[in-house]
């Protein structure tokens, strides 16, 4: 079912929804015991044609408005749910709310985001619901799908789906993907291959000549976005590079690498976001190994409880409260026609912030 919270947050308000199983049947709420209604249902009760009841659906233009009345009242008191949504430009007035689809809101990353995005929807007059899928790809376009007819946009925040997905979500309804790349659909993403080259040259600097990359999770394009700068800066500058997978993307997703990483140590590491990053460091503190006399670790993101540890996380800094107002404006200009267009693709800079999670390389083992 859908369980939905109402949430005040920093003065203005947002509707959140966090997907779970129903006891009783499919996720949305609908019960394995209740018969799916069609569309020739509600054209038999309608007592018109199974073409006009469509055309009422994806083409309204092409029927009479009393047409498109009426089936609407036969199909809402059937409970009729369209498969076919009617593309944006069918459609005859704004439901005035945004849903924005997040992978996982235990990522504090992303309420930053929220409240960007949200503020300036507020500014004209939406709403946004937020959906937390949880890292599912299966529940985030069933969702998607499930909501497309009752919103006036989607927003994909790092999205798990297939790009082929997302772009057949956006031919019925206004989308843009944040932190992704999806060809043909506007996206807001983050572009740190100079923070991230930053870094390594520091780590560089203080000896550090091989590092290990903490992986994100599987499907995170911005997870091949960080390991392909890092390892196109390394191999400018002459650092060595491994890769080391991830299980989770939070702090669990840190301790459970340690193990794997002490196999093969290196002097430093480059975690995929901060929580990783933190997650690592305790464990390695908790097993009698010191940071960053020990190993040196950097994160990506930027949140505050980097800053906040011990030691502070040096990290690769990005601001997500920018980055969900431009994921706001991409839309904002689209439905309102306010503004002008800021092009397919939006890049958000990052910026790297040296902490005392890194030190000069071990002279033992120093690579």
Not at 38 to 50: N, P, T
Not at 216 to 224: T, V
Not at 305 to 326: R, W
Request: glycine content about 8%.
């Amino acid at each position: 079912m859908f369980v939905v919270f109402f949430a005040v947050s920093r003065g203005y308000a947002h509707t959140m929804v966090r997907m779970k199983d129903s006891e009783n049947g499919q996720v949305g709420g609908r019960s394995a015991r209740v018969p799916r209604v069609r569309l020739k249902d509600v054209a038999e009760a309608a007592g018109l044609s199974l073409t006009t009841v469509s055309r009422a659906f994806s083409r309204p233009g092409r029927v009479s408005e009393h047409t498109v009345r009426y089936v609407h009242e036969v199909a809402n008191r059937l409970g009729y749910i369209p498969d076919q949504i009617a593309p944006v430009e069918d459609r005859r007035t704004l439901h005035s709310v945004i849903a924005v689809l997040v992978a996982n809101l235990d990522n504090p990353v992303f309420v930053d985001m929220l409240h960007g995005l949200d503020r300036r929807f507020a500014e004209y007059g939406f709403v946004t619901s937020v959906v937390d899928f949880q890292e599912d790809p299966v529940r985030e376009m069933e969702v998607a799908e499930r909501l497309a007819p009752f919103v006036d946009a989607l927003i994909f925040a790092s999205p798990r789906t297939s790009s082929t997905s997302i772009r057949k979500i956006a031919q019925v309804v206004p989308t843009v993907a944040v932190d992704r790349v999806v060809r043909g659909v506007p996206s807001v993403v983050v572009d740190d291959r100079a923070a991230t080259a930053d870094a390594m040259e520091q780590l560089l600097r203080l000896g550090h000549g091989k590092v290990t990359y903490l992986s994100g999770p599987e499907g995170s394009w911005q997870d091949g976005y960080r390991w392909n700068s890092m390892h196109l800066a390394g191999r400018r500058i002459g650092m060595t590079m491994r890769r080391l997978p991830g299980e989770s993307f939070v702090r669990d997703g840190g301790r459970m690498a340690v193990d794997e990483f002490l196999r093969t140590p290196t002097t430093a590491l480059i975690a995929y976001d901060d929580l990783m990053a933190i997650g690592f460091m305790e464990e390695m503190r908790a097993r009698g190994y010191a940071v960053p006399e020990r190993c040196s670790v950097v994160g990506f993101d930027g949140i505050v409880q980097g800053a906040e540890c011990a030691p502070a996380l040096s990290t690769i800094a990005i601001d997500y409260h920018k980055l969900g107002e431009a994921a706001a404006n991409h839309l904002i200009t689209r439905l309102l026609h306010v503004g002008e267009s800021a092009g397919p693709i939006v890049h958000m800079p990052a910026k790297f912030i040296p902490r005392a999670s890194i030190a000069p390389a071990p002279p033992i083992l120093k690579s």
